[in-house]
């Protein structure tokens, strides 16, 4: 067992009081990142920051997407390949020295050591470091459809409510549909991804740090997308403790996290991680989403100085046509696309914020979009 699930067990056994287990816990981490030092006495706010999982419910995450709020299920069902006989191809345990013997020839970048440097491996080669005991490397962004992963991992998982696989071109190429591979002591600098994201465990554990990212800039927590960097991000305990957006969890086998994209994170592998996940538009953050966009500018708006949000238009134009089509669907399958969400969604968004009123006003889109859901929101 190594040190961080010992300290983790010991961390467990010890919920929901004891603040120095908590601060050991995080103290043990130093090693991955020297940041990580937070003030003797943080133990019980740190306590009070963990999400802890909480049983799969469809109706609570369409609700948690709905309010913005980061959620973490220990029982989502498992996005893993079926075959015939309706069991998984693979289970988790196996998927290792499986993919170790992957004969693919494509490669893919993955990131090596603590200084992060690029190399491009086949799956077999990634599976074989993995394996390998003290080697430190991580890669997140390793396509999963179309390709030889589509065989192991289940790439309909958000289905039918995630509007991404279906929409135009530009929307669908940003859907990315990943598998993730990290080894103990691999840390993803604090970064955000636009688009919402979740990911499940199938091995292994990471810690994540989660904030809002302009409250955590406003404190001076970077985020390397969205500041100009040459170097790592700043991270500042007791800057994190001060937010009223920070909080942390533990990833483990079988949990899923779901994030929305307005959030930073900060994530260390604990112990060595094979994950699968995607981001996600439905219609409980699909205004959330746009106004992000339209707000902030995209990291993939393809005219670098052009207007902001270059892709909100033809993802709010999918995303209203889509609505109209499920409300002609019976109530169980506008149930499954979070319908009955759209009225919290509704009421998450400040519509007298002089942003929000400025959007409505120059983005026909964006109140075309928003007069559907709410006539959806009345009748659902
Ligand atoms: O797993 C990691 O190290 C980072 C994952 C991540 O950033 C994501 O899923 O968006
Ligand atoms: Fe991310």
Request: glycine residues 6%; charged residues 25%.
């Given at each position: 067992?190594?040190?961080?699930?010992?300290?983790?067990?010991?961390?467990?056994?010890?919920?929901?009081?004891?603040?120095?287990?908590?601060?050991?816990?995080?103290?043990?981490?130093?090693?991955?990142?020297?940041?990580?030092?937070?003030?003797?006495?943080?133990?019980?706010?740190?306590?009070?920051?963990?999400?802890?999982?909480?049983?799969?419910?469809?109706?609570?995450?369409?609700?948690?997407?709905?309010?913005?709020?980061?959620?973490?299920y220990s029982d989502f069902p498992r996005p893993l390949a079926r075959g015939s006989d309706g069991g998984h191809v693979c289970a988790p345990d196996q998927l290792a020295a499986q993919l170790a013997r992957c004969?693919?020839?494509?490669?893919?970048?993955?990131?090596?050591?603590?200084?992060?440097?690029?190399?491009?491996?086949?799956?077999?080669?990634?599976?074989?470091?993995?394996?390998?005991?003290?080697?430190?490397?991580?890669?997140?962004?390793?396509?999963?459809?179309?390709?030889?992963?589509?065989?192991?991992?289940?790439?309909?998982?958000?289905?039918?409510?995630?509007?991404?696989?279906?929409?135009?071109d530009e929307i669908r190429e940003l859907e990315m549909l990943t598998a993730v591979f990290s080894t103990a002591g691999k840390l993803t600098d604090s970064h955000s991804d636009d688009m919402a994201v979740c990911n499940h465990c199938c091995v292994g554990s990471k810690l994540w740090l989660a904030w809002e990212t302009y409250e955590g800039l406003d404190a001076g927590l970077e985020d390397v997308e969205r500041v100009d960097l040459n170097a790592k991000a700043r991270f500042d305990p007791e800057a994190f403790l001060s937010l009223?957006?920070?909080?942390?969890?533990?990833?483990?086998?079988?949990?899923?996290?779901?994030?929305?994209?307005?959030?930073?994170?900060?994530?260390?592998?604990?112990?060595?991680?094979?994950g699968v996940g995607s981001f996600y538009v439905g219609f409980s953050n699909l205004l959330h989403t746009a106004r992000r966009w339209m707000t902030h500018g995209s990291l993939w708006d393809p005219v670098a100085d052009g207007p902001k949000g270059q892709h909100a238009d033809k993802l709010l134009e999918f995303g209203s046509a889509e609505l109209m089509k499920v409300l002609q669907a019976d109530q169980e399958k506008q149930r499954d696309f979070g319908t009955d969400a759209i009225s919290v969604a509704l009421d998450h968004i400040n519509w007298s914020d002089p942003d929000v009123m400025g959007i409505v006003k120059a983005r026909t889109s964006f109140a075309r979009a928003a007069e559907a859901l709410r006539k959806a929101g009345k009748k659902t």
């Open positions: 067992m190594g040190i961080h699930q010992m300290l983790h067990r010991k961390f467990e056994a010890n919920k929901p009081d004891s603040d120095e287990a908590v601060l050991s816990f995080f103290h043990s981490l130093r090693r991955i990142d020297r940041n990580l030092q937070f003030p003797e006495g943080s133990g019980q706010r740190l306590q009070d920051l963990e999400l802890k999982p909480f049983p799969f419910n469809k109706s609570h995450l369409f609700e948690c997407i709905a309010r913005q709020q980061p959620v973490l004969t693919a020839p494509d490669t893919y970048r993955v990131r090596l050591g603590t200084g992060d440097e690029k190399r491009h491996l086949t799956i077999a080669e990634i599976l074989q470091r993995w394996r390998q005991s003290g080697v430190v490397m991580g890669v997140t962004d390793l396509p999963v459809r179309n390709g030889p992963l589509a065989e192991y991992f289940d790439v309909d998982f958000l289905k039918p409510w995630n509007l991404m696989p279906n929409a135009s009223k957006s920070a909080c942390w969890f533990i990833v483990q086998p079988g949990e899923t996290i779901f994030l929305p994209g307005k959030f930073t994170h900060r994530v260390y592998t604990l112990e060595n991680y094979i």
